[in-house]
């Protein structure tokens, strides 16, 4: 990228608040360098002129690409090979309350080695609340470690709870993670994930919308929240509260046609009521990482079978099953007894008997029949 | 019912395994008494004759029905009054492997003063493995008590664990529940709930399809499961294994097209995998007894909504929560008997109970704890 048109796109990611597609799409027409000329004139056309109105004699695209130089970061925008295009295509057809927000966004600030494009490819969001308990923090470790078993990227928020435990894990088992800030890259929010941030920043990647210097605030912890959704292939909310913003996150997923998959917990837990309430509204239960990973896989990668404790008795026949449990648990009984206690013809109690007996089920003598002690 | 008409029931109660239709069909058709006529003289058709061979010339009518009568018991049929006939008419579209025992039963063998009929027209059936959780005896406490209080019936298979967790919890809260026995209602099974059974027998209802002095054997259990299932509106799994017979409740449940109904649990516990997987298998999620009552109840009783803020519980240590829950809504109890009530260490209670007088939560008085008037 030329000195000019990072400073374009820099100058283009600050006048506005994000997400303006009417900025996006003035860029896709003219190129970042014309946009930046004309709305810094105040010739951008109506809705970018007011959108921009009150930053636009603010220049600190300089500053700013310094800002993110030293942090040794890059923007990324449409433009790059690195763009995950087909993970910012679904905000078509989402409903009313989020439509303002539904759109890709222009301009990334990023700080890392990973590339976003591949991390995009295959990645799930860990997502929940601030308030975690133990378990929660426990299940959220066990699934990250597991999506990086899988190759799976694990993307969240950089916050305490369920997104610090995500990050943790994942950076734990040497795997790729994202954090998507709601403030500037410099800003290291919460404050006590300073370390955290640096080291997701070392080795997968911390990205934002907003500018360096920027503070999150309220509604940009929701317009973030679909860069979350929307990077991943499927969203996990591990624990959350009857108001959270996790919920807002999956609210994002499913707008964008990806799964809304939720864990379960205890129904005495008040961190897990939001997602028994996802759970009743139609999200899938995961209660380990294939099942995540199903969600968020590519064609022909499907959890492996639940593995069932086989008992001998599970391949009995139904005549056999009757004989067997007619037979007392103490003691030996005739064919004519076992007929009663069964209910079965004692013509039809011989070749069951036969049966268990070649299996080492039962065992005779004299005539009569007992149980093989086992 | 006439001696004559009695011991005929008695009679074709025994002398086939239950259910067998045919034998249903004949008594239809012909009545009791003309029926066990027929089978005693071989001359009911193949298909009876055959199921009835091993027994037919056992006579313990007469025995059986003393013995009924000593536990001051009545036979119930499809002829009485008390017949829940709109119970047993799902049977028609069950799956293959259940095929064989998609029959309705032809006599039930009952003890108690509640009527069968009126349980069945609002009950929940609250099953669960028999290895239960402090977590699931709780949940089924809360939830059996919850449906009493909205004067649902609680079914149930008399089992440890779940079952008696529900059981115990409806008989506390006065309301009627019932025990179906896998085998004879003289027969307390398991032995170690012989006390809860005849309290079962005292206020509700212990049935069986089995007649006095039969052995509950493991055919017979998934031949009762269908019956717990048949009269309740709705079945509720609150915990189970991987390998769990309330799966096979569960299953008949939705062969009855009634609605299966799932608690969630820690992922992290083994005893509610079962109710995952049935979760995940289109289960309704339920974690308090409002929504089971929107399952079981008649049209126009919906859930109400969650409470979600500023209930001065939110804020309470697990530990206080238990001790406050384990308070009845009137009457005091004592810190050993609250300790039994939570399943908290005695020693742990009074912690808790000074916190929550503290708050205005609870009163004491003589050593004795209730709960505040709010």
Redesign the interface.
């Known amino acids: 990228m030329t000195d000019d048109l990072a400073v374009a796109w820099a100058y283009l990611a600050r006048v506005v608040e994000p997400p303006c597609p009417a900025l996006t799409e003035l860029v896709a027409q003219v190129g970042p360098v014309e946009a930046a000329d004309r709305v810094r004139r105040g010739q951008a056309g109506e809705d970018i002129n007011r959108s921009a109105e009150a930053r636009r004699q603010l220049d600190c695209a300089a500053r700013d690409l310094e800002v993110l130089d030293r942090l040794g970061g890059r923007l990324i925008t449409a433009h790059d090979d690195e763009w995950p295009l087909l993970a910012f295509t679904g905000f078509g057809g989402v409903p009313e309350r989020l439509r303002s927000q539904a759109h890709a966004p222009m301009v990334l600030w990023a700080v890392g080695p990973a590339a976003l494009d591949e991390i995009a490819y295959r990645a799930a969001a860990l997502v929940g609340t601030r308030a975690a308990t133990a378990?929660g923090e426990?299940?959220t470790a066990d699934l990250a470690t597991g999506l990086v078993e899988r190759e799976v990227a694990v993307v969240s928020g950089g916050a305490y709870g369920i997104d610090g435990a995500a990050h943790r894990a994942a950076l734990a088992a040497e795997g790729t993670t994202v954090a998507v800030l709601a403030g500037g890259v410099d800003v290291p929010y919460p404050a006590g994930h300073t370390a955290l941030l640096r080291r997701i920043a070392e080795s997968g990647l911390v990205i934002s919308e907003y500018p360096p210097g920027t503070r999150p605030a309220r509604h940009r912890f929701l317009t973030r929240n679909r860069l979350v959704a929307a990077l991943a292939g499927a969203t996990v909310v591990v624990e959350a509260g009857?108001?959270s913003g996790a919920a807002n996150t999956a609210a994002w997923a499913r707008a964008l046609g990806r799964p809304v998959c939720a864990?379960?917990?205890?129904?005495?837990s008040?961190a897990?009521?939001g997602?028994?309430?996802l759970?009743?509204d139609g999200a899938?239960?995961v209660?380990?990482a294939d099942e995540v990973v199903e969600c968020v896989g590519r064609i022909g990668e499907l959890a492996s079978e639940?593995?069932?404790?086989a008992?001998p008795?599970d391949e009995l026949s139904?005549a056999e099953?009757?004989v067997?449990?007619?037979l007392p648990r103490r003691g030996a009984r005739t064919p004519?007894e076992i007929?009663?206690?069964?209910?079965?013809?004692?013509r039809h109690v011989l070749g069951p008997l036969a049966n268990l007996e070649l299996q080492g089920l039962v065992t005779s003598r004299d005539g009569r029949w007992k149980l093989a002690l086992r």
Chains 1, 2 share one sequence.
Do not use: M, N, W
């Open positions: 378990y426990f299940v009857a108001r864990v379960p917990g205890p129904v005495t008040a897990s009521v997602c028994h309430v759970l009743r899938r239960i209660t380990r639940e593995q069932h404790p008992s008795l139904e099953k009757r067997y449990d007619a004519d007929a009663v206690a069964s209910g079965l013809p004692a």
